[in-house]
């Protein structure tokens, strides 16, 4: 699976959109954008996957460049409970396959 | 659904003790993963299993860890002895097409 690079740390005031960046530069054709955040003392939860194509959920929108070499995830409107870890991990999507975890970037959501 | 199911929530025990850590995945789920988590390493897989079969089991730190799936329904992880320094919260995780969903966790402590 490809390497990924993400900020350590974010803060997003409450209400606006948070913008969580990630660069994937040896991406394989095959290999899908996935992004889980981990709330404080929480599993690990999904919030979005994708391709090539920008991706919307009820959760997150995901924004992949043409060249895929980078992508951003963006929550519209960050509340106090958005506040954790979120982990952009790259993996062929086909077959059940193990995640590798980076570190991930800590997004703080500021009243 | 109600997602991934882990038991204990929490184990304290005394070094030299076994530990039995139990999963049931989601219904219909086919994968299996158990991953551990310290401060230290991060999130990390320990095994995996496709349709009850283990898979890679490379990242069991070492003979006192052994994991079992005698069904689709049911999994666990066992240390036998334990130490401090298995000290650590383990998750399982369950997928059918690729995207996982993990169990709340079990917070290990062996004093």
């Known amino acids: 699976d490809a390497k990924t690079t993400q900020p350590t740390s974010m803060d997003c005031a409450e209400g606006r959109a948070a913008n969580l960046p990630c660069n994937h530069s040896?991406?394989?054709?095959?290999?899908?954008v996935y992004w889980y955040r981990q709330i404080h003392s929480q599993g690990p939860q999904y919030i979005i996957h994708g391709l090539k194509n920008n991706e919307t959920n009820e959760m997150a929108s995901l924004i992949i460049t043409e060249d895929r070499k980078s992508s951003t995830l963006i929550l519209p409107h960050a509340t106090l409970r958005d506040t954790a870890v979120y982990y952009c991990i790259v993996r062929v999507a086909t077959g059940n396959t193990p995640l590798v975890f980076g570190k991930g970037t800590r997004l703080s959501v500021i009243a | 659904d109600a997602g991934v199911i882990q038991s204990p929530r929490h184990e304290v025990t005394e070094m030299g003790q076994e530990v039995t850590l139990r999963c049931k995945p989601i219904?219909?789920?086919?994968?299996l993963f158990w991953y551990r988590q310290t401060m230290m390493r991060g999130l990390e897989l320990l095994i995996y299993f496709n349709n009850n079969v283990p898979i890679d089991d490379s990242g069991m730190p070492e003979d006192r860890f052994s994991a079992k799936m005698p069904n689709a329904s049911f999994s666990t992880l066992k240390i036998q002895p334990s130490e401090p320094r298995d000290s650590a919260v383990y998750f399982c995780?369950?997928?059918?097409?690729?995207?996982?969903?993990f169990g709340p966790g079990t917070r290990l402590t062996v004093t």
């Open positions: 995780a369950s997928s059918f097409s690729g995207t996982q969903y």
């Open positions: 219904s219909g789920h086919n994968s």
């Open positions: 040896t991406i394989s054709g095959n290999e899908y």
